[in-house]
């Protein structure tokens, strides 16, 4: 019984630290990662599109110390209206970090982003350029990816 029992827990451990385990943890991470890398590039191009559906609809989204809202009432009153006053919102210097604990994920990203605005009257234009951080929880819904809160602020750059 005792043989049984050490088998037992050994061929557990064999099973738990497997290549094949940890590949089931590499395709969460990168899966995570799609969808991060997905948000990203959608502001790149200055867009929302394909964004909706990388979020659940009670999600929640915090900014700078303001409570957003969902991501669909960001994107109506905050994120949305800014997106048409950009020429241009480019990130660099980025990092992401990314812990899975299924059925949730913990994303943190640091960057820089500068964004252009569109020009003025006078064929002005202006660029803001900052240090930024953003936390994210994704929860593994229906087999995909979908972020339930994210926070992000920023900073002057030195």
Known sequence: MKTL??????MLLIIATSPLFGQDAKTEKEAVLTVMKSYKDALQNLTTDGTFELFTEDSEVFESGG????????IEHHLGPELGHFEKFEFSDYEIDVKVDVPYAFTTETYIYT??????????SRA??????A???LKKIDGKWKIIKTHSSSRNTK
């Open 67 to 74: 409570v957003e809202g969902t991501y669909s009432h960001y």
């Open 5 to 10: 029992k050490l088998t037992t827990v050994v």
């Open 128 to 133: 803001i350029k900052k240090k930024g951080v």
């Open 115 to 124: 964004i252009v605005l569109n020009p003025d009257d006078k064929g002005n």
């Open 135 to 137: 936390t994210s929880i």
